[in-house]
């Protein structure tokens, strides 16, 4: 980690720029295979799963009965947990749901907005080593409270053909029964598009690889709506001499182990406070499984000493961290001060993990800047807004004149023409 | 307008297909105007303004005489429109603010989310021959109702270099006095990376030719956010006999009007009344300054006869129409059932152009199909949503354990360890 003493305020940012990922080669190798998606469909689908994942699929529908047997290979402990985790997203997210808007904006003229839940999502789980079912109560939970009459989840299987337990379980537990075993740029092209197995969604959420990514991009293209863009997870950290030295360096360790390209940003208004984070990082790496990983990622990590906390919350505002962790004296008074960022963790007892896994909070969120105009994965997401508007007689004979002369003004008589011939007809039958 | 009467559902997806842009071609023309942009910023708009808009400009930024020279050109009764449009706007648009999310989610984990404005946004408005100064409206006051710091708003000059007054007036009256003479993929390009005159913005709203909708589609895969993909306008309106044909041949033209490719579809249960409507709109459309586009978009359009409501109301769902007018016996029970729709009308005195200008509601709307997953412009497209975590030591006994499982469970030892590290801490100095 590279520490940056006071650095003047013309260059955050390019010291704060993330590094830019050229998608070009890898789109080169997911078109084809959204193209054979489209084309043969499951049968795509089981030969690239032939291809990529060594497996041989009859049925690529996860089964009741594989159901069944996973939730038998997961401890009751852990049940418990994932059950916990359950309860305090699904409280979070329920109070989101946002009542009916209904207001008579001129006598006769009643509009109103309600919220309707996205009829058709596909949610996207990657396999691999670490089975991510904490993306799965993530997603599967608000698009339930949303209402969205089908959700598909498309996984990879393993060698064997079977699906991490885990993830079975939570899909199970939270109600998504339709579980597809597809993994990579081709599970996006079949929610895309549709497949036998592979209902074709409106909407695709969920992490995933730089295949899955640019995937997920191209199709974006074609109408179908995606969660957010991607890139690489983030932590930043804000953290005086009131916070633990030792804590510190655990948070932006949980987040160097993401992978090799995680991003890794502490400020803070003391130097030595920095260096004693950095002798911390140093004990505790070496306890990591995924060292390798958090080392690479910490190579190209940032830790900046600025003058004073308004420093700090201008280059995190400039910066807008996918996870902000504040560990400062201060904490209440600058909370409300940061204007880009995707989740905040406060004090000294709130390490971003608690968001990952269990708080309540999303952990889907605006990574690479994002933040800056995207918010993270909630109720909103899962369904959109439809405006009505009901005018009466004497509602169109209020509005109708004004309309008439914007409308001429733009030019646009058709558009005049549709309130004149009505106001004329009220004319006449009164 | 064809008829086609009855279709079986095994063709209504083809039926109901749009027409397919190849965005490629128009793509290889804008991608140098925007590279061009960046490197040479106002530079390169004033040599676009030259090349395409016939015009030498000296100044990039609308001057504060200017804006008080085209208020005394707008007459005081289209003063008195717009002020009304602006108020209906403004009431509807107020109450779409959310108040502030905070729970408890478990015992000393409090949750919290609140909305925050995105500080810069720009807003594009075409020029040409009628000048849109509704969509300043539209797109003007949301983001000031929402709190948005910077907003600029980029719309092109006529080769004297004067923009159009209404618009000039419109904008000064509700609050954006940052107006550039840049148009087409050239502002959208100055709006993404900024140019001397432009500040850099984080989210681009507005309408535009397939120059400025291919702009804004490459600038958004470069982390740019926009309003929403864009396509033709559309209408579709479903109608009985209890319509009256010259009112649905009316609105039916007002949409025609916009452009050769405007979509226009009618479904109704009742064929005579089809036949009806199609009387009305040959006698109807000669009235028209337009009528040249209206009968080429005409042209491509559908009237769909089915055998009941609920035919009707499936297939404007499959359809899921940019405005949809529900003008039948029964349209309190229908309302509900229409969950794909950008904006509604209802009855016989909601013709599309009061919500196009006045009645509060939005008019930028989901088209081609995107209503299946995005809701129109309101206040939610100027604010993202930042949620918060503050645990107390309580917090993180009741939640820690849990959080140690599950991160345990997906192998993300760091992030386990963040949570270990504090429960560890908070044994030791109890």
Redesign the interface.
């Known amino acids: 980690m590279k520490i940056i003493k006071y650095p003047e305020r013309v260059d955050w940012p390019e010291l704060l720029a993330r590094p830019v990922k050229d998608f070009k080669e890898i789109k080169k190798i997911v078109k084809p295979i959204i193209k054979k998606v489209r084309q043969k469909r499951d049968k795509a689908l089981r030969k690239f799963a032939l291809e990529y994942d060594h497996v041989e699929l009859k049925e690529l529908q996860v089964s009741r009965q594989e159901i069944y047997e996973a939730e038998k290979l997961v401890s009751d ?2 049940k418990e ?2 059950k ?2 359950k ?2 997203i699904t ?2 997210h329920e ?2 749901i ?1 009542k009916e ?1 209904l ?1 008579e ?2 006598p006769g ?1 009643v ?1 109103r ?2 919220s ?4 058709k999502v596909g949610l996207y789980i990657p396999g691999g ?6 993306s799965v109560l993530m997603l599967g939970i608000p698009a339930n409270i949303a209402g969205c009459e089908q959700i598909v989840l498309c996984t990879p299987c393993n060698p064997k053909g079977k699906v991490n337990p ?1 993830i079975l379980y939570t899909a199970n537990l939270i109600g998504i029964d339709r579980i597809v075993k597809v993994g990579g740029a081709q599970a996006i092209a079949a929610m895309a598009y549709g497949t036998e197995s592979v209902p074709a969604v ?2 695709i959420f969920g992490p995933g690889n730089q295949y899955v990514t640019a995937a997920k ?1 191209m199709v974006s ?1 074609e ?3 995606i969660d957010m ?1 991607a890139g690489p997870s983030e932590v930043a950290v804000f953290a005086d001499d009131t916070a ?1 030295p ?2 510190v360096a ?2 932006l ?6 992978g090799v390209d995680s991003q890794v940003l502490l400020v803070s208004t003391n130097e030595s406070f920095v260096k004693k984070v950095k002798t911390e990082i140093n004990l ?1 790496i070496e ?4 060292k390798d990983i ?1 080392k690479k990622a910490l190579n190209n990590s940032l830790a900046v000493v600025v003058h004073n906390n308004q420093d700090a919350i201008d280059i995190l505002n400039l910066y807008a961290a996918e996870h902000l962790i504040i560990s400062i004296a201060e904490v209440d008074q600058v ?2 001060r ?25 952990h889907v969120l ?1 990574t ?9 994965v ?1 109720i ?1 997401s899962f369904i ?10 004497d ?2 004979r209020n ?2 004149p ?2 008439e ?3 001429g ?11 004149s ?2 106001l004329k ?2 004319d006449e039958n009164n």
């Open positions: 402990e852990l947990a994932v916990q985790a309860q305090n409280r979070f109070v989101q946002e808007l207001l904006t001129m003229v509009c907005r309600r309707v839940p996205i009829q080593t670490a089975p991510l079912f904490s885990l409106y909407k991009q293209q109408g179908i709506a863009p633990q030792a804590f655990a948070d360790l949980s987040q160097a182990e993401h505790q306890q990591l499984p995924r958090a909370a409300d940061i204007i880009n960022a995707g989740s905040v963790f406060l004090g000294n007892f709130s390490p971003e993990s608690v968001g990952d896994y269990a708080s309540g909070t999303n605006p690479n800047g994002f933040a800056r105009s995207f918010s993270g909630s909103d959109k807004k439809i405006t009505y508007q009901n005018l009466s007689a509602g169109l509005l109708g004004i309309v002369k914007l409308a003004a733009e030019q646009l008589d058709g558009h005049k023409n549709a309130v011939i009505r007809y009220l």
